[in-house]
């Protein structure tokens, strides 16, 4: 089978989340079970960029709306990733700093999309498989299906995956001729509550649509900002596939961010080494348990109880542990972190900004990883902690239910709660510390964490025989 992957993210070319995870681990696992899978992601001004070799495959034009654009695709030389490498260069549009957050970002990724069917509309044979990757890539199912210039495409089964079904990409309808075009009796596939949601059109286009989880896939049927009636409409094409870790990158062992490596073996010496590293760098205690946060400053992540659910941790639990927090988000979320560092010298401290490196350290080098998530549709920091020895703090939501079971049932290692509010957090910690102070107990959990296996071998079967049950 050949499966094409559209996506917005690649780690290593490009992450600024999970998806960048996703998307550069599938196609590698997907390859090794003997399939061909191609990545196509924009061109974006990364080092990865410039630290590889690149041949040009393809030169074209389109429009986007009125306006003509040139394109071209390359590709990476070396096959350095596991599988075929091609990013789309527009330029000046998608050729900059940032992955997201520009004024434009509905003209960067519409065109990102016309231009990667534009070009697959020229390729001599076709792929097996179109699988596109959240609401940046979702109107590509559309356009395949209702756009006139591309209806010779349309028999190419399309995948859509969803991480995160907060952001949809909303469109005024003022820019409808952005798309390709369409067939206008189709308007209301595109159409949202009076706007064109790529999303939504994404869902009602797709041959299937998976999420990461499967209480998320439930999830999304109460609570996914606004798109309720469609999940719960369209539940029969819908499937919760969870997420694997890529434990080339994910690997105590091996991991080239860290100069500590440790095993099952040398669990303890390992971590302990790395702790110590890391609260000598942010002036912490490594004789008490170290908790960390990652991850984008953002609600879902109920990043804004962070800083009263740490101070009311510190108060009433006798400053008997350490945070720090890693992340960028909102502004005032990044303030009050930052400021209650000199409050909290010595017990608290915080690193606002985004740092592979660093995240790799503290997942090596915390006790306990917090994740108090609103919304977590998978969740891969949990998988990644617990590979590393490092115990989760979750809230029972999405990916973080199917993945974390509590140490109060059978077989449990991590700590779950219910609520994301600062009681239930507080209270997380709480029991954390006591399971810290059991240092025997605590030990053979971490052993535990260790030994499971959440690797990408299970999941990229289930891709596997969702593509096939899509081929005659
Ligand atoms: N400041 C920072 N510095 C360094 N690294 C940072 C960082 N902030 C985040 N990261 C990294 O980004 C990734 C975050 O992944 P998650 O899956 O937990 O969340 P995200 O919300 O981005 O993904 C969405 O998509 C994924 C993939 O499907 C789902 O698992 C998830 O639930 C969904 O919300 C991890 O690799 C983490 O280490």
Redesign the pocket.
């Known amino acids: 089978m050949e499966i094409l992957h559209v996506s917005a993210e690649c780690y290593p070319v490009a992450?600024?989340?999970?998806?960048g995870?996703?998307v550069g681990a599938l196609p590698k696992y997907l390859t090794e079970a003997g399939h061909i899978n191609k990545v196509v992601m924009p061109m974006y001004r990364t080092k990865f960029l410039y630290e590889n070799k690149w041949e040009v495959v393809h030169k074209s034009s389109a429009y986007l709306g009125n306006t003509w654009f040139d394109y071209t695709i390359i590709k990476e030389t070396t096959n350095k990733l596991g599988f075929d490498l091609y990013l789309v260069d527009i330029n000046g549009l998608l050729d900059r700093e940032k992955i997201y957050g520009y004024a434009d970002d509905t003209e960067r990724f519409t065109s990102f999309q016309i231009a990667v069917v534009d070009w697959l509309s020229s390729w001599k044979h076709r792929p097996d498989i179109l699988h596109v990757h959240d609401h940046h890539t979702a109107l590509i199912p559309f356009m395949v299906k209702y756009c006139y210039q591309y209806s010779h495409l349309e028999d190419i089964p399309t995948v859509l995956t969803i991480?995160?079904a907060q952001y949809q990409g909303w469109m005024d309808w003022s820019k409808s001729d952005y798309i390709p075009h369409w067939d206008g009796w189709r308007w209301g596939i595109l159409d949202w509550n009076n706007m064109i949601n790529p999303l939504a059109a994404g869902i009602r286009s797709a041959w299937k649509v998976t999420t990461?989880s499967w209480s998320y896939l439930y999830e999304m049927r109460q609570d996914s900002n606004g798109l309720e009636a469609l999940f719960e409409y369209e539940k029969g094409k819908c499937a919760g596939i969870i997420?694997g870790i890529d434990s080339d990158v994910w690997n105590p062992e091996t991991d080239s961010y860290l100069t500590d490596h440790y095993s099952i073996d040398s669990l303890a010496a390992g971590k302990r080494a790395n702790k110590e590293a890391l609260c000598a760098e942010f002036n912490l205690n490594p004789d008490k348990p170290l908790f960390v946060f990652?991850?984008?400053l953002v609600g879902?992540k109920a990043a804004d109880l962070l800083p009263r659910a740490i101070g009311d941790s510190l108060y009433y639990i006798d400053q008997r542990m350490n945070f720090l927090v890693?992340?960028?988000g909102e502004t005032h979320v990044e303030q009050e972190l930052e400021n209650m560092r000199s409050y909290w010298m010595g017990f608290y401290n915080s690193k606002i900004?985004?740092?592979?490196q660093?995240?790799h350290r503290m997942y090596a080098g915390a006790d306990f990883l917090l994740m108090p998530s609103r919304v977590?549709?998978?969740?891969?920091?949990q998988l990644?902690a617990m590979r590393y020895g490092t115990v989760p703090v979750v809230r029972r939501t999405?990916?973080l239910r199917d993945t974390v079971i509590d140490i109060g049932e059978p077989g449990g290692y991590g700590i779950s709660f219910n609520n994301a509010s600062v009681g239930d957090i507080t209270h997380g910690v709480y029991r954390a510390v006591e399971l810290y102070e059991d240092q025997l107990r605590f030990d053979g959990i971490r052993r535990k964490l260790m030994e499971l296996d959440f690797g990408w071998d299970v999941s990229a079967k289930q891709y596997i025989d969702l593509y096939k049950s899509l081929l005659p």
Do not use: F, M, T
């Open positions: 992450k600024a989340g999970g998806l995870d996703v991480h995160n990461v997420n990652i991850g984008r879902e890693l992340g960028s900004g985004y740092n592979e660093l995240s977590e549709p998978c969740g891969l920091n990644y999405g990916g």
